[in-house]
């Protein structure tokens, strides 16, 4: 089992940033795939970021973003904290969700529990 943790959401007015953070927990895998995803009433979960760990010494592509988040949202991480981060930048009202961190490695994945992200026009 892997537990994710959650912080970073809150208010803030539109044009302005927020960082969110998911810490992992528990069972360790060596490569795996941790990330964010975003969720407002009626609608589907929506891919926001994610970030590849392949170990060490891996050189592949490690960063992916949905297109309406990039040059708006950087994914970064920590691997030996197990931790990544969301910085979002220029905040619109349509941010407004819950984000979701997601972690998942070999075909099995793990949600957190979910932050609230509110942008005031």
């Known amino acids: 089992q892997v537990q994710l943790v959650e912080s970073g959401g809150g208010l803030v007015q539109a044009g302005g940033s927020l960082r969110l953070s998911c810490a992992a927990s528990g069972r360790a895998f060596s490569t795996y795939t941790m990330g964010w995803y975003r969720q407002t009433p009626g609608k589907e979960r929506e891919f926001v970021a994610h970030i590849n760990w392949g170990g060490i010494n891996w050189s592949g592509d490690r960063t992916y973003y949905a297109d309406a988040m990039k040059g708006r949202f950087t994914i970064s991480g920590d691997n030996a904290k197990n931790t990544v981060y969301l910085q979002m930048n220029s905040l619109k009202p349509e941010d407004t969700a819950i984000y979701y961190c997601?972690?998942?490695?070999?075909?099995?994945?793990?949600w957190g529990q979910g932050t609230q992200v509110t942008v005031s026009s």
């Open positions: 997601n972690y998942r490695s070999g075909g099995v994945q793990y």
